[in-house]
């Protein structure tokens, strides 16, 4: 079932003494957990691309851009336990005379295959020629640059779709999902707004600005026209641009990644985002960075980009993985890498209790037999008791009849001295947490 997360305060009826607190992950101690290391990756390995993990497997894998002396190819590595990367030698494509490589698509003419997102279709047949799909972007040497599709069975060896591409708009930023909970695949790409007042000479395309557009479609080849969903406003900076975007499904909602380009100074961090219908994104701490840059002469330092889908859930904690380069956007010889970072489980906002406060909700309903929170209480507490929909507590379930709970635990099972749940199940309920020296990241009927 989902969880209820803090982003907005459509749950929340009543609250006192409690305030939203952002969090930032923790970048890797490994980073960068892949950097440059053959002869097609020269000095540029970056995941303006894919990572999963299999749900039988539970093997990580990984599919990126490298560039090399061929262009820009599409390469493969898989890991066990997300940290640790091996590049197999697939023998599928061949570069520089030779087939030991992990490439598993390249452009003929020594074009580019740019952001990569690789789709596993839900429902399709396992042994479908048709089970995966790459959506990307060809900057093509023989023939129209644009989106294009390519199909597979495993994720490794693909077929070009003939009729490629399959939608040309001018910008080879783009990020794909598909989005189970419409059954539609969905395009994230950047747009560009014709602006002369907007002029950055050290910016590759001075006159022009970038925001983000959404674009859908049915079958992955037929394909909405581009439609501007999240642009700097007003109150920004002026030389911001959104350069890119990662939005993905989390729980019941969207979250995205934004790529916020800073034009003077020609760096890119990343702002958290979120959203109910994928279409209206509202900016969660706006113009502070979720992931911020490295230090000076980190990989890392100047530009931070995201994969299509960048979060995968391992016991506890959330791995995030991004690309890193360490030198402005349009310097020749900056060079790039795959990093990594933790954050809990639903750690991205908490409501927090400096003393004492609570969190009222509105009138839920009481889908399981138990009630979990995600929860910091190590140097304080928390105590939960439930309401009817009018706002009377319920018989049992008073803040003095709940076990009191003083742990730090992502998954923590909320009990009454005379537990009789079974009672409530079905119901519409209210729940208000009772915090003192505390966060609340998270609650969840199971």
């Not at 997360?5 to 992950?25: N, Q, S």
């Not at 090399?68 to 030698?89: F, H, K, M, Q």
Request: aromatic share 14%.
């Amino acid at each position: 079932m989902s969880r209820y997360l803090f982003f907005d305060d459509g749950i929340i009826d009543e609250k006192k003494g409690v305030f939203r607190e952002c969090h930032r992950p923790i970048k890797s101690e490994h980073n960068p957990i892949l950097k440059p290391s053959l002869p097609w990756e020269t000095e540029i390995v970056y995941l303006y691309g894919t990572v999963s993990r299999d749900k039988r497997t539970q093997e990580f894998r990984m599919w990126y851009d490298a560039q090399g002396e061929e262009g820009i190819t599409i390469c493969y590595a898989s890991s066990v336990d997300g940290i640790n990367w091996e590049r197999p030698l697939l023998g599928i494509i061949e570069y520089l005379g030779s087939r030991d490589n992990n490439i598993v698509l390249k452009s003929e003419g020594f074009g580019n295959l740019l952001t990569p997102s690789v789709l596993i279709i839900p429902g399709e047949d396992k042994s479908s020629d048709e089970r995966y799909r790459l959506i990307y972007w060809e900057d093509s040497r023989k023939g129209r640059s644009g989106g294009c599709v390519a199909f597979s069975k495993d994720g490794l060896n693909w077929r070009k779709y003939s009729g490629n591409p399959v939608f040309c708009e001018p910008n080879d930023v783009l990020n794909c999902i598909y989005d189970e909970r419409h059954g539609r695949f969905v395009c994230f790409q950047t747009l560009l707004l014709h602006n002369p007042s907007f002029y950055y000479p050290q910016d590759n395309l001075p006159g022009m600005k970038r925001v983000i557009s959404i674009r859908e479609s049915e079958d992955s080849i037929n394909w909405s026209e581009q439609e501007k969903i999240i642009e700097p406003d007003s109150l920004d900076p002026p030389d911001l641009q959104f350069y890119g975007m990662s939005g993905f499904n989390y729980e019941d909602i969207y979250l995205g990644f934004l790529w916020t380009y800073h034009t003077e100074p020609q760096t890119s961090d990343i702002e958290l985002i979120f959203s109910r219908d994928c279409r209206n994104w509202e900016r969660v701490n706006k113009n502070e960075p979720f992931i911020s840059l490295g230090e000076p002469g980190s990989f890392d330092s100047h530009l931070i980009y995201t994969p299509n889908q960048p979060i995968i859930k391992k016991g506890e904690e959330l791995l995030i993985y991004y690309s890193g380069w360490d030198g402005p956007h349009n310097s020749s010889r900056r060079k790039a890498a795959i990093g990594l970072a933790r954050l809990r489980t639903d750690g991205f906002l908490s409501y927090r209790a400096l003393s004492s406060g609570f969190i009222l909700t509105t009138p839920i309903l009481f889908e399981g037999r138990s009630l979990f929170v995600n929860v910091d209480a190590e140097n304080g507490a928390l105590w939960v008791e439930m309401l009817n929909p009018s706002g009377e507590v319920i018989k049992g379930f008073k803040k003095e009849d709940c076990r009191e709970i003083t742990s730090n635990s992502t998954r923590e099972l909320v009990r009454w001295k005379n537990d009789g749940l079974e009672r409530l199940m079905g119901k519409r309920i209210r729940l208000r947490f009772y915090l003192k020296e505390a966060r609340l990241f998270s609650f969840w009927f199971e």
